[in-house]
């Protein structure tokens, strides 16, 4: 399986915006996209250029594909899905990403990052109603219930993540049971409460062509 091997912060510096791909880093001083702002390479920092739409749309793809890692041919496969459903289907597009089991494990506060986040569910930390699943992209349901394996409740990454995740905070569409090491998915969120500034119209546009 593909994987990206390069400096996560460069991915920031691209898009111009925090994609929060390193967890604590990126709310302390030694986020790079603090200190340099502005893409990376040595013509990034030109200004004045002018960007078709072609470019827009494609950036706008590119950024949502690295906020929730996920690779080409999977995200396409989410877009057509999204187009099969009843709706909005930038929304819909949306609404599957959120669901995927390591951004809800993510979202949940059980690790500082999707990233190690999918990491921690591929190592067999996680259950979904009481059942292990170690498939990142699986598809998290209202109702269903995610909690820490017993034998992982002393993982020191999810213990440090637990305690820190503070400085995001956990959605309204999440309930958390801290003691007992769950969470549970109470419903999908809604357009308004995905707060990261995604234009999903544009990655329409572009498949649309």
Partial sequence: MARYNDSFCRLCRRENM?????????????????????????????????????????????????????????????????????????????????????????????????????????HNHFQVNDRKVNIPSYQVSPGDVVGISEKSRTVQQILDSMETVVRRGIPPWIEIEKEKFRGVLKVLPNREDLTMPIQEQLIVELYSK
């Fill in 18 to 122: 925090k994609l929060f791909l390193k967890g604590d880093r990126c709310f302390g001083d030694k986020c790079a996209f603090e200190r340099r702002p502005y893409a990376p390479g040595q013509h990034g920092q030109r200004r004045g250029r002018k960007f078709s739409d072609y470019r827009l749309q494609l950036r706008e793809k590119q950024k949502v594909k690295r906020i929730y890692g996920v690779l080409e041919r999977q995200f396409r496969g989410y877009y057509y899905r999204a187009e099969r459903q009843k709706g909005i289907t930038g929304i819909n597009l949306l609404m599957q990403l959120e669901c995927r089991l390591d951004n809800v494990v993510y979202r949940m506060g059980f690790a500082a990052s999707r990233n190690q986040a999918r990491q921690l569910v591929r």
